[in-house]
């Protein structure tokens, strides 16, 4: 895929869907629920606007909004043939949203932002089943672009700011853009801490069910992650999971924010860590 050119290749669209068909053929029956395309926001801007991921493209509009249509049209066919085999399951697109505000002369940028890293999947969601949040922060934008974050809010290992009311911000910009029924596919935080994390995770339910009491159609919310992981180019160092893991050994360690959790699901609802 990538000596033909990647996500700009004329036909990786209808090469992505040969390989949902493929691999809908042996799974479908076992899966519960299908994202057909991990956040590709973040392959596009990061591979065709920042540069940080491959192809290393920098601040190139024609090709970075080529890709996110390439994308958009891959997710369409990948529905099309999960729902055409063997299973029965809500299909639907993950995207990475933040809660992007405006600086004072920002609003055009902040505008800007939301159309070209959201709202063109969110759209792409008509007739899905559900549209996927993963939210973990609030970013700035001002009149020359993205701008620094508050320094009156601490941040957390990723340098992002500590904001779990993002959850409901970009739950309800989901449902508003998509039209979708909204699950939380993503939210948590990378912290050494655990208090620190079921600080974080809790305000983040609170978040979710006040979109809840608005009437919003929020199907459910899962925490990044159960497991630390190897976090993009980032590697192990920021530490999101529920269960500690020995890079090295792979020895899985549970941290209290995973028995408080449990917790939480078993009772359906906000349980004080330790009671």
């Known amino acids: 895929m990538a000596q033909r050119g990647g996500w700009e290749s004329p036909d990786a669209p209808e090469c992505f869907a040969r390989f949902v068909t493929r691999a809908t053929a042996y799974l479908g029956d076992l899966v519960g629920w299908a994202c057909t395309i991990n956040e590709p926001n973040v392959v596009s801007v990061m591979g065709y606007f920042q540069g ?37 399951f809500p299909v639907g697109f993950t995207v990475s949203m933040a809660e992007i505000v405006a600086n004072e002369g920002g609003e055009a940028l902040r505008d800007a932002a939301e159309e070209m890293l959201e709202n063109v999947f969110l759209r792409a969601t008509e007739g899905d089943d559900f549209v996927g949040v993963q939210c973990y922060t609030r970013m700035h934008f001002g009149p020359d672009g993205l701008a620094p974050n508050d320094p009156s809010v601490r941040l957390t ?11 409901e911000h970009t739950v309800r910009r989901a449902a508003a ?16 801490d655990d208090s620190e994390r079921i600080a974080f995770v809790t305000e983040a339910l609170h978040s979710a069910h006040r979109c809840l009491a608005e009437g919003i159609d929020l199907r459910g919310y899962f925490v990044w992650s159960l497991l630390d992981n190897f976090e993009w180019h980032l590697g192990y160092g920021p530490k999101f999971g529920l269960v500690a893991v020995a890079p090295g050994t792979f020895e899985r360690r549970p941290k209290p924010s995973a028995h408080w959790f449990g917790e939480v699901a078993r009772a359906n609802r906000v349980v004080t860590a330790g009671s």
Do not use: C
């Open 52 to 88: 940080q991921y491959p192809p290393g493209v920098k601040e190139d509009f024609a090709r970075y909004g080529a890709v996110n249509e390439a994308m958009v049209r891959a997710h369409r066919l990948a529905v099309e043939v999960l729902r055409a085999g063997p299973g029965d």
């Open 157 to 167: 290992q990723m340098g992002d700011e500590y904001w779990p009311q993002a959850v």
């Open 177 to 192: 853009v998509s039209g979708r029924p909204v699950v939380v596919t993503e939210n948590g935080i990378a912290t050494a």
